[in-house]
């Protein structure tokens, strides 16, 4: 029996836009929920989209906090972002919120399935590590467990996202070891994503806040221009 084709709810006030990425998006074989305003977006939730492509100028509900909102409703369905702000401060609210890729208008079709199909790769379970290379990392009171792909601080489970959680997995494989923001662009995000400075911002930012406290030493050390490490003990 062949597997249920992926869901993307596409939320989009214009029936030309909708119109178009429901014919280049199911002739993919994804199957296509529209939501013409924030509303139906969230009233389609309960259908659990594989992925939403999120348009941020509706009439009805603030872009961003849409965003907000479907996030609270659902941590892990991963989210693309449609909008016509290409400045980074628009791109950096974006992903603060819990957007998973953000494509700035106009853009292509083509531009937008990969993107898709990244955004799927890297939100599905993580590829087994390397042979030879540790299954639970234990780094100060944070324990990651690659296989069961659990993270736990203080003996105490950590919800990350799927892409938190592969960006640690990159970090914890290379334990001590200087990644460049390029290698950790491509590893976790893919092949064309290198200068996408704002994504690994962001993220590491996140993983400090769920990860680190004010009374523990810091697991993830910056070095200025260069990329990041996870502290070696």
């Not at 972002?81 to 950096?92: F, I, M, N």
């Not at 092949?191 to 406290?213: A, N």
Request: charged share 25%; aromatic share 4%; hydrophobic share 40%.
């Amino acid at each position: 029996m062949s597997a249920a084709p992926l869901k993307i709810l596409v939320v989009d006030d214009e029936p030309p836009i909708r119109k178009l990425l429901r014919m280049g998006l199911s002739t993919q074989g994804y199957e296509i929920l529209e939501a013409p305003t924030g509303k139906a977006s969230l009233d389609l939730l309960a259908r659990n989209p594989d992925l939403i492509i999120l348009d941020l100028g509706l009439p009805d509900i603030e872009g961003l906090e849409l965003l907000r909102m479907i996030r609270a409703r659902n941590e892990g369905v991963p989210i693309v972002v449609l909008s016509s702000r290409g400045d980074e401060v628009g791109k950096v609210q974006a992903l603060d919120l819990g957007a998973d890729d953000y494509i700035t208008k106009p853009f292509g079709v083509e531009e937008l399935l990969a993107r898709i199909t990244a955004t799927l790769r890297r939100t599905r379970p993580a590829a087994e590590s390397p042979v030879g290379s540790p299954t639970v990392i234990t780094v100060g009171d944070v324990v990651i467990d690659l296989e069961a792909q659990l993270v736990t601080r203080g003996g105490a489970a950590v919800h990350l996202t799927p892409t938190e959680f592969h960006l640690l997995r990159e970090l914890a494989l290379n334990r001590g070891r200087l990644l460049s923001h390029a290698t950790l662009l491509r590893r976790v995000w893919g092949v064309g994503y290198e200068t996408e400075t704002e994504y690994i911002r962001v993220y590491i930012g996140r993983l400090r806040s769920k990860l680190e406290g004010p009374e523990c030493p810091s697991l993830i050390t910056t070095e200025p221009r260069a990329g990041y490490r996870l502290v070696a003990d």
